[in-house]
């Protein structure tokens, strides 16, 4: 199994960078992840809602472009299922014995693309709240290497 993580946006914050290299590090003995960045659609200042579905469709055709066969897509979204650790570790227990190679794609400021949506085997919300979109990927990589400690019986996730 391996878990690729397709982000629009680049140029992040030295404490996104930081944050993120220090928890995929951490992941690397237990499931083979990667990050792919992908050029975020240049906004205007007044963006009409015409604007805003084409920039949704351009970096929705970028996420979609780099899908290999055979991978589950999983877009990370507001609206999505919401996981404990626990279960998120549960979950990828089970891709790890089925072997699906699984691609978390995490869109735009706008959100995903409508193509995006239907692609996806299904879609995950990391919390409620709506997150600044540079703290997802830590926040994320941060839950992946939790589960896969849970897995492994490994320290770092001390319940209770």
């Known amino acids: 199994m ?4 397709l982000t629009i946006g680049q140029k992040m914050p030295a404490w996104v960078l930081t944050g993120f290299e220090d928890y995929f590090k951490r992941i690397q003995p237990f499931v083979q992840t990667q990050i792919i960045e992908l050029p975020m659609a240049k906004r205007g200042k ?6 805003i579905l084409k920039y949704r469709q351009i970096e929705g055709d970028s996420i979609l472009g780099q899908l290999k066969q055979g991978e589950t897509l999983i877009a990370l979204e507001v ?3 919401e996981f404990s650790t626990e279960k998120l570790a549960e979950t990828m227990k089970s891709w790890m014995l089925e072997g699906n190679d699984v ?4 869109g735009g400021p706008d959100g995903h693309s409508e193509a995006v949506r239907k692609a996806a085997a299904w879609h995950w919300s990391l919390s409620k709240l709506t997150l600044p979109h540079p703290l997802v990927r830590v926040m994320l990589i941060e839950q992946l290497y939790r589960a896969m400690s849970i897995n492994h019986n490994h320290p770092y996730h001390r319940a209770g």
């Open 46 to 51: 007044n963006d009409s809602e015409a604007d």
């Open 2 to 5: 391996k878990i690729r993580i």
């Open 79 to 81: 609206g999505g299922r």
């Open 103 to 106: 691609v978390l794609a995490i």
